[in-house]
């Protein structure tokens, strides 16, 4: 098990940058690999980026691949997702959840992801 907090979320212009952090309790946190999703208001949450618990994969939603980046540092237990160029429609509450098994692959499925923040919200003003 494995408790996750979101942090660096904001309010920026358009065409700015933001990096979200998302830290991990337990030593168990370089054993799983990490998304980002995000909800926009009267939307359902949607895949962003992902993980492998070794940082040796990434994968990326199509809107945002050019745009994003993520990257994690075991040994601060933390994954980052360093966003630039941001738009209005990247607004949404951004949460970071861990796969629901120790050592299984990243997914953009969300159904597989067992653990969730509490999310933290990125506002983009054009």
């Known amino acids: 098990q494995v408790q996750l907090i979101e942090s660096g979320g904001g309010s920026v212009q358009a065409g700015e940058s933001l990096t979200l952090s998302c830290t991990g309790s337990g030593h168990t946190f370089s054993m799983y690999s990490i998304g980002w999703f995000r909800q926009a208001p009267e939307k359902e949450r949607e895949f962003v980026a992902a993980i492998r618990y070794s940082g040796s994969t990434t994968m990326y939603n199509d809107s945002v691949k050019d745009r994003f980046s993520i990257s994690r540092d075991n040994y601060k237990n933390t994954v980052y997702l360093q966003m630039s160029s941001l738009k209005p429609e990247d607004t949404a509450v951004y949460y970071c959840?861990?796969?629901?098994?120790?050592?299984?692959?990243?997914?953009?499925?969300?159904?597989?992801?067992?653990?969730w923040g509490q999310g933290t919200q990125v506002t983009v003003s054009s």
């Open positions: 959840a861990a796969r629901d098994k120790l050592y299984y692959n990243p997914s953009s499925d969300i159904d597989l992801y067992q653990y």
